[in-house]
């Protein structure tokens, strides 16, 4: 079957109104309110695209969902072209935060302005699983790790999951040697076994992420969970 170009939603007949903004005050609050529900929209964007003229059953049902569910939450309509264009600023967002975490770049791991870090946080939050505190984690190669955590960190550069000292179950060696410099942020741990999972003993606050001092922290992509 051909595919025709993208199905929108229909336009809306709800009482014209200024769209979402794309800017908001500058507290965590409102800015991750708005960050939510700008994800919800552009996860409707993603799945209206995917749609051809054949799938009227499930373009009614998401046209519904637009109208009826999410324009009622804030109140006015949202237009296609306004949900595209978060979309595309989440991208943009994404592919910044790519190139600061590259060492010799001039805002390596700078935080970022409050509402681009909340849409940014709401797209890793929305990529996250909701691992219980009693998810046992190993190591790619299987080596346990913990035998919990304690929740999922979720910063302007990716999601982490979070464990106690007390919750180690494994002997780490450090990558580098611990220089136990002041401005040192953390330091670099792997299993002896296994070197590929990347563990994060946190020395400072940043502000960038919540990441507490005398925590340990590893990507989801680096470990296998359980339980």
Not at 19 to 35: V, W
Not at 37 to 65: C, H, P
Not at 214 to 222: A, E, F, H, I, R
Request: glycine share 4%; proline share 8%.
């Amino acid at each position: 079957m051909t595919t025709l170009p993208a199905m929108t939603p229909a336009t809306s007949t709800a009482t014209s109104a200024a769209p979402l903004s794309l800017t908001c005050a500058p507290t965590t609050a409102d800015c991750a309110e708005r960050a939510m529900l700008k994800m919800r929209f552009i996860g409707l964007v993603e799945q209206f695209e995917q749609l051809t003229a054949a799938d009227t059953a499930r373009w009614k049902e998401l046209d519904e969902y637009w109208h009826l569910e999410l324009e009622h939450l804030i109140g006015h309509p949202v237009a296609f072209e306004m949900a595209r264009a978060w979309r595309d600023n989440l991208h943009f967002l994404l592919r910044q935060a790519r190139e600061r975490m590259q060492k010799n770049h001039p805002q390596f791991f700078h935080p970022f302005p409050p509402t681009d870090a909340a849409l940014l946080r709401a797209h890793y939050a929305s990529r996250c699983p909701n691992y219980p505190t009693t998810t046992r984690l190993t190591t790619l190669q299987g080596y346990p790790l913990t035998n919990g955590i304690t929740r999922m960190a979720v910063g302007d550069y990716g999601a982490y999951i979070e464990f106690a000292p007390e919750q180690l179950v494994a002997k780490l060696a450090t990558k580098f040697p611990d220089p136990q410099k002041p401005w040192i942020k953390y330091v670099w741990f792997v299993h002896p076994k296994d070197e590929r999972t990347k563990i994060y003993l946190q020395k400072r606050t940043v502000q960038y992420a919540d990441y507490r001092p005398g925590m340990y922290y590893v990507s989801p992509d680096d470990v296998w969970a359980y339980g």
